[in-house]
């Protein structure tokens, strides 16, 4: 590491836009200063650059001194990913920002801080009944995942987790409309306050990540979705179909 984060603390920027709730944070080093959420679901095409600004104005800084990005790679919203990585490829191009590649579900898991709480699964919304699910276990007050990102249908993970020596608590977005068809005696749902991802834990993981030099090529660096869009997986059944063309 060519400069310690004791002496360097670069200007940072945290976006968070895989899920129905938007955000922004920003910070020097490993200290968060601000984050502010969007106004309403789903605003982040309308609002993103906007709070982007806000926040610069806030902390007096401009564009071209933003080191760092951090962004929430997924798995998540297609389109909403989508938006974070141009546009944090847009700035590290500009401002040869160096970006960090946050996994969503281990942002989402940041939002229990209960200590009480030892076991708990993030649940996204995959659609076709599906969804993209993450399990993690706190050990020594750090969570651990147990069960990387994966497809799963609520019946699978009930018959996986539904006889776990201890409670397991459920976060996340997917839960909107399908709780019912997760909980069980042992399956427990979380209040919504903790189910939406938020920019400051991805600035608090991204900043760690940073420390080990952690860092994405800007070319290269595309979404971590676990599947292909719905779009594309129709096209490709389309064209694969005898006859077409």
């Known amino acids: 590491m060519a400069k310690s984060e004791i002496t360097y603390k670069p200007f940072a920027l945290a976006l968070e836009t895989s899920g129905r709730i938007g955000s922004v944070a920003v910070g020097c080093g490993s200290k968060l200063s601000d984050e502010k959420i969007f106004s309403a679901p789903l605003r982040h095409s309308a609002e993103l650059f906007d709070t982007i600004i806000e926040l610069l104005e806030k902390s007096g800084k401009k564009a071209n001194q933003i080191k760092r990005i951090y962004i929430s790679i997924g798995p998540g919203s297609f389109t909403g990913i989508r938006i974070s990585v141009t546009a944090a490829k847009m700035m ?6 160096r970006i960090v590649a946050v996994g969503t579900t281990d942002a989402m898991a940041l ?17 076709r009944g599906q969804f993209f699910i993450a399990a993690f276990e706190r050990r020594n007050g750090i969570w651990q995942k ?27 977005e997917g839960l909107l409309y399908y709780a019912k068809k997760f909980e069980t005696d042992n399956i427990k749902i979380l209040d919504k306050e903790y189910w939406s991802p938020r920019a400051g834990n991805v600035f608090r993981i991204g900043s760690q990540m940073a420390v080990k030099e952690k860092f994405c090529d800007p070319v290269s660096l595309v979404p971590f979705y676990l599947r292909k869009p719905e779009a594309e997986e129709n096209w490709e059944k389309k064209t694969s179909r005898p006859g077409f063309m």
């Open 92 to 97: 590290a191009l500009a401002a040869q920002s």
């Open 111 to 127: 939002n229990v801080d209960d200590s009480s709480i030892r076991k708990i699964a993030t649940v996204i919304d995959a659609k």
């Open 146 to 172: 147990t069960l990387l990102d994966c497809l799963m249908k609520a019946e699978e993970f009930k018959e996986k987790f539904g006889s776990s020596d201890e409670p397991v608590w459920l976060l996340g």
